[in-house]
């Protein structure tokens, strides 16, 4: 599976676990449709609801005049995945993520969702340099 894909599918499964309150396990298993799982979708997967606390304040603290409960669900899902890959995947500069998550977004988004997930994500990394 491509990373593209892979992303794609943990955002799908990220989504599902905040709609349905469904185990990890369960929601790569449905977006996987019954093909074979994929070692970095299981990353993605795992690693972001890991980390999900600390990815959400670094969120948060980037977000003017926004609560993080307040953002579409897509939209807060892709920028988890992302900031995800920011601080943890190793091999991942943080400009290849941030790109990869504004094109999900323009597949998987409103029409504003990639200039804004953008403008987060950009200060995310920013922050990370300081």
């Known amino acids: 599976m491509k990373r593209r894909t892979a992303r794609e599918k943990a955002l799908q ?9 469904i185990s990890a396990s369960d ?11 994929d070692e970095y979708l299981q990353q993605l997967v795992s690693g972001t609801m890991e980390h999900k606390n600390e990815i959400d304040d ?9 609560k993080l409960e307040r953002l579409a669900k897509v939209d807060r899902n892709i920028m988890r995945v992302c900031v995800y890959e920011m601080c943890f995947v190793e091999d991942m500069p943080p400009n290849v993520a941030i790109n990869e998550a504004i094109e999900i977004a323009k597949v998987f988004g409103d029409d504003q969702s990639s200039k804004f ?8 990394k920013d922050s990370l340099n300081k």
């Open 13 to 21: 499964a990220l989504f599902q676990m905040d709609m349905n309150d």
């Open 27 to 37: 929601a790569i298993e449905h977006v996987l449709e019954g093909k074979s799982n």
């Open 58 to 66: 670094r969120i948060q603290s980037n977000l003017q005049k926004w």
């Open 117 to 124: 997930i953008n403008g987060v994500l950009s200060k995310v």
